[in-house]
């Protein structure tokens, strides 16, 4: 095999015939041998994300043994694990085996480290077939190597935490860091979070207030919710709605003190462009994390309205997310209940 | 039929028996009487979304007398104009004919407007069958009546231009103000226009310059575009590069003078997030106005390049839109130029 020139996307590592970024590739190329920036990472355990297990497990019945083969056959075939079905991967967590001379990254060989970015575009070898896995869950313990590229981003896995709950907080430390930039940007704003009783949504809810929230909206769909979210203290109103039904949504928001400078959609339902839209003031933002967003729906949709709000793709990334996330959850013994009633 | 309370989204006139809004409804009330905030339009013509009728031609095989006939259907069975394949609709110019007591869109008996909403929301009623459209383009002549609501936009249609250009500017003068208001948070930024040549790009390079942007780039699909967009004098640095390729996008950008503070993404094609991503600088701006965008593909895209980007969803409204943009094009004869060569 020739060697490529090296680029910090991972480009160099895409054996496909047309030029794609490796989260688009059909197949990575896997070699040990790292690019002068990359860094390779000895793999303890892969945590799949839970809509790929999901469907992995409705596809074979619950055979367990069928699970473990497919996720096996899907890395030794594509180089990455990405569910070819759902299109989506996961993250890894590994000790630092070889840091490359370029890599700017700041890892340190034997570092414990989380990957920050998706499976779907992280070169993998899996060793060990993974024998060590039960298949009943997204945890797969798991023997192999992995690479990570210039662009890439991992997190040390702090010694004061449980490694179950940071990895748990790294998972969705995107949405607090973005929300704590945008409230920061408004004066002692009103703030909705929809699904404020989740993960995401419980650390931007902590994150909006360290930001200066003057007002914090929680909305979350039944009383069950709503009780454990009041008991976290983390908003200053808790109210019931069904973020699909977007009158619904925007008569709880402006009863609970809204219309909100910004709304934060963490919940993982499609339907809530509308609602978030028309519960958020002239000139206020939406932040979109949810995966379950359409462009389409949130486009034509403040236009339909004649909104003028500002509304954002929820970025992944944003630099220093994982401290910030790792923080928002020690000084919140409110955050770190629902993180731990979670993990049950 | 009993009358329910009006609401400014225009949900009292909806007739399905969930709630939804009415660019979600199946089906619209369109009796004449007015709610005290609406507007009542006498239409002259539709202008059906140019996706929407290349979809009717394909399916008819060019049946001129079909296509019209499915239009009527369309909106008889609807009560308004929604394509349910393409789930598009188009715009309106009409004389406004009667404005209830508390409307606010400021009008008056007798203007001449185009609507700004989509018809995908707008009750509408077809008088004449639509006998004098021949069915041969998506300018269709059309007598009947139409209602705007509370929170529907409409642009009265200046007197200095030929009501075709005026009506072609409107249509996308979305682009332009969000592009403005982007450009103008940063300090003389970098711009780049994706689809400079189009409509909406062109008005967005023009936006980008009245805000403060010290260079330009526009980018272009193939030599011909090139030459008409230099012509047109509104870009700094005009390059050809195909935006699917994310590597070839980035470099292009970079060459001529980028990375960007701010991208404009105006091409209708899928699979530009990843280049429009790369070719934006740190804490820069991705502003996605095509229809195309894939949200996942912008979210995981940014997240796995770890890019510190803002992302925007197009937000086709933004107060003073259709003036900025009418003047944006009295102003610059190249962007005049270009839209008199596209209306052909």
């Known amino acids: 095999m020739t060697r490529r020139n090296g680029d910090p996307t991972g480009l160099h590592r895409v054996l496909d015939d047309a030029v794609v970024l490796p989260q688009a590739a059909e197949r990575l190329d896997t070699r040990r041998e790292l690019w002068p920036d990359e860094v390779r990472i000895r793999v303890e355990r892969l945590n799949l994300d839970a809509a790929s297990f999901r469907q992995l497990e409705r596809k074979h019945g619950g055979d367990r043994d069928a699970i473990r083969a497919e996720v096996v056959a899907i890395v030794a075939a594509r180089g990455k694990m990405q569910n ?44 060990d077939g993974l024998d060590d896995w039960d298949g009943r869950d997204e945890q797969v313990p798991c023997r192999g190597y992995a690479v990570l590229f210039g662009r ?40 909705a979070v929809i699904g404020g009783g989740g993960k995401s949504g419980s650390l931007s809810l902590a994150a909006a207030r360290r930001a200066g929230a003057r007002r914090l909206i929680g909305i979350v769909p039944h009383e069950e919710e709503a009780a454990r979210l009041r008991a976290a203290g983390l908003a200053d109103e808790v109210v019931v709605a069904d973020a699909r039904d977007p009158i619904a949504l925007r008569d709880a928001v402006e009863k609970a003190g809204g219309p909100a400078d910004v709304t934060v959609v963490c919940v993982d339902v499609p339907g809530c462009e509308g609602g978030a839209i028309l519960s958020t003031a002239d000139r206020g933002t939406v932040v979109f994390f949810s995966m379950a967003t359409s462009f389409s729906a949130a486009a034509l949709g403040a236009e339909g309205l004649a909104a003028d709000v500002t509304m954002l793709v929820g970025n992944g990334y944003v630099p220093g997310h994982a401290d910030l996330a790792l923080q928002l959850l020690r000084e919140h013994d409110g955050v770190r209940a629902l993180f731990e009633s979670r993990l049950g």
């Open 84 to 127: 070819p079905e759902t299109g989506s991967g996961g993250m890894l967590v590994g000790v630092v085996e070889e840091v490359g001379p370029d890599s700017p990254l700041g890892l340190t060989v034997g570092d414990r480290v989380t990957t920050l970015v998706s499976l779907t575009l992280t070169p993998l070898v899996i060793e």
């Open 152 to 191: 890439s981003i991992a997190a040390v896995i702090p010694d004061d935490l449980p490694a179950e709950v940071s990895l748990s907080v790294m998972d969705v430390c995107g949405a607090p860091a973005l929300t704590h930039r945008v409230v920061s940007g408004y004066d002692r704003p009103t703030v």
